[in-house]
């Protein structure tokens, strides 16, 4: 299995950002695939979660309404679109996928993380 995320960058606020995640390997009709995030000096946090059979999606309070998960079947891969960004915002943010889908994101019901992507936004 394999996760590769990609996208992030340097950003001023309000402006967008959209990441990608490419996955190889899994059974995706059984799957989820997640966006977490983790600032420097603070833990680890879900940000958004997708169901790929049938595109169910959850989203962490604070991103609601400013970031949109989506997929692309053709091209395995789950995109995050940032809009709205806030300099709150910085953070590395992981893609992970999870055979457990549930109302909410946990993070160890992930069995598989890609690598970090950066966002850094300036205020």
């Known amino acids: 299995v394999q996760l590769q995320a990609s996208g992030g960058g340097l950003v001023q606020a309000g402006g967008s950002l959209r990441l990608s995640c490419a996955a190889s390997?899994?059974?995706?009709?059984?799957?989820?695939v997640g966006w977490f995030r983790q600032a420097p000096g603070k833990e680890r946090e879900p940000v958004a979660a997708?169901?790929?059979?049938?595109?169910?999606?959850h989203y962490a309070d604070s991103v609601k309404g400013r970031f949109t998960i989506s997929r692309d079947n053709a091209k395995n891969t789950i995109y995050l679109q940032m809009n709205d960004l806030k300099p709150e915002d910085t953070a590395a943010y992981y893609c992970?996928?999870?055979?457990?889908?549930?109302?909410?994101?946990?993070?160890?019901?992930?069995?598989?993380w890609g690598q970090g992507t950066e966002v850094t936004v300036s205020s």
């Open positions: 997708i169901k790929w059979s049938g595109g169910i999606t």
């Open positions: 390997g899994l059974p995706f009709s059984s799957f989820a």
């Open positions: 992970a996928a999870t055979a457990v889908w549930r109302a909410a994101i946990i993070a160890s019901d992930y069995n598989y």
